[in-house]
């Protein structure tokens, strides 16, 4: 099953699909209707199989995320995960009520199910799209973040009782995000602190030790009562822009683990569907998912957005670029587990429209970003720097990828002008290797290894990143290693 999961990552990379529907596609040519006849009826299970699944897969979002990029972006996207979830549970709940005749308590619950961009779906498609830092920001740091306030609304929806007051539900959904984000924050520093400062006898221990911190903020996180989703993620974030030892070998640590969570997940929820079962509920679902992705999503993009002026182009982008994938899947098994009436109604619904409008948004998502004259090149040609430690030597060794695009393109090794205790030593270009002089030029396309001291290391990569935005002139032109831009 992993090696035929992997074999549909390069499908879907060469079709433009998002790997979740193939993943899906397996679990359900496992499954009872299809070749592979299991049976798998067990919701609660799934249930709790996808929450650790999910802490995996923000783990490995946050980690990746770079705050120089979210951090102008965090308004806007704490607006799109309040004030947007609860336009968009409103309006699609109406829609689900007066277009497609259901009762209010399972129009709210499918409301709330399908407000919650998928992680797994926004952080795979976006980071192939080359769009403005901002755009990309507020997407990644919104699939972040409204996790906590819809879990905490279906939960409420699905209780056995009826939501009495609702000034004391949104009293609840701050009150565990504040303790979400404040556990999230302290288990990201403390242990990026101790990540720095104890030496493990083993590199292969570092990525071990990240991810089992990561799962400690989601487990003091919830044990709080607070939101575990946002604890993993931020404390994540902290930790990957913490520039701990060993981040190349944590990094990939990671992402293979968020691979085996996605396709596990995935494949989990493909099988626990029952494909001859979903005919009566394919025009239901369709409706409200047009009523989601035309007029709710828009809708709640304007209002949220209303106070930070974002151009017309990347509200548009924005309403588009709403994806949806297991999230809202695991969460429509909570009614199944509590009871709900027309539970498997409701499961059916959002399967269908996750899998439709995934299908038909997450190709598109390219096409409307050149159409809308988003496609941002100069976003994309930022260099790309590992960085690995010499503890012993006390030193850093940086390896440079010059994209296309960079301003390094024609620069010369002397003209990096590199701060004293950092040289260029090698550079591989067409697949050959050769230790460069001072009146190297640099081409795009070259890989750069470059060793630095341990007090100048910071300012080395700083002065990298200065000359591929600036060119040769970036510390007369205001940009050097002092403001790393």
């Not at 010059?402 to 393109?409: A, E, L, N």
Request: net charge neutral; glycine share 12%.
């Amino acid at each position: 099953m992993l090696l035929i999961a992997v074999a549909a990552v390069r499908i879907s990379s060469r079709s433009g699909l998002p790997s979740l529907l193939l993943y899906l596609g397996i679990g359900i040519a496992m499954g009872q209707d299809g070749i592979g006849d299991v049976s798998f009826s067990d919701a609660e299970m799934t249930q709790v199989i996808g929450y650790a699944a999910l802490v995996v897969i923000l783990a490995e979002g946050g980690l990746g995320t770079k705050w120089k990029e979210i951090k102008p972006a965090l308004p806007a996207a704490a607006a799109l995960s309040l004030v947007g979830v609860a336009v968009s549970v409103g309006v699609t709940a109406a829609g689900a009520h007066y277009l497609v005749g259901l009762d209010w308590r399972p129009s709210l619950i499918i409301g709330a199910v399908v407000s919650s961009t998928d992680a797994a779906a926004v952080f795979s498609v976006l980071r192939k799209v080359p769009l403005p830092a901002r755009v990309t920001g507020v997407l990644e740091a919104e699939s972040g973040f409204n996790d906590a306030p819809v879990v905490i609304l279906v939960v409420a929806f699905s209780a056995a009782g009826p939501v009495e007051h609702w000034y004391v539900l949104i009293g609840e959904i701050a009150l565990e995000l504040a303790i979400g984000a404040a556990i999230g924050l302290a288990v990201g520093w403390l242990g990026s602190y101790g990540l720095r400062h104890v030496a493990l006898p083993a590199s292969g221990l570092y990525p071990i030790a990240v991810m089992a911190i990561a799962t400690v903020a989601y487990a003091a996180g919830a044990m709080a009562h607070g939101s575990g989703f946002l604890a993993v993620y931020l404390a994540a974030m902290v930790m990957g822009n913490a520039k701990l030892p060993h981040w190349p070998a944590t990094r990939g640590f990671a992402e293979g683990l968020g691979w085996i969570a996605q396709i596990g997940m995935f494949v989990l929820l493909g099988l626990l569907v029952t494909p001859h079962e979903l005919a009566d509920d394919v025009v239901p679902a369709l409706i409200i998912g047009l009523v989601l992705t035309m007029v709710a999503r828009p809708l709640e993009v304007l209002i949220s957005l209303l106070p930070f002026r974002m151009r017309w182009q990347e509200q548009a982008l924005m309403s588009w670029a709403g994806l949806r994938g297991a999230v809202p899947i695991i969460l429509a098994t909570i009614p199944m587990v509590t009871g709900v009436a027309d539970s498997q109604r409701i499961f059916n619904i959002v399967f269908v429209l996750v899998v439709v409008y995934t299908l038909i948004q997450g190709p598109t998502l390219p096409w409307l970003a050149r159409k809308l004259n988003l496609g941002d090149d100069a976003e994309a040609a930022d260099l790309g720097i590992e960085s690995a430690p010499l503890e012993r030597l006390r030193g850093h060794l940086l390896s440079v990828s010059v994209p296309k695009g960079s301003r390094m393109h024609g620069v010369e090794v002397g003209e990096l002008r590199l701060p004293k205790g950092a040289s260029v030593t090698l550079v591989v270009r067409d697949g050959e290797s050769f230790v460069p002089g001072p009146t190297t030029v640099l081409r795009r396309g070259d890989e750069l290894l470059v060793v630095a001291t341990d007090p100048v290391r910071d300012a080395a990569e700083a002065r990298l990143r200065a000359i591929g935005h600036g060119g040769k002139l970036a510390g007369w032109l205001g940009s050097g290693p002092e403001t790393g831009r």
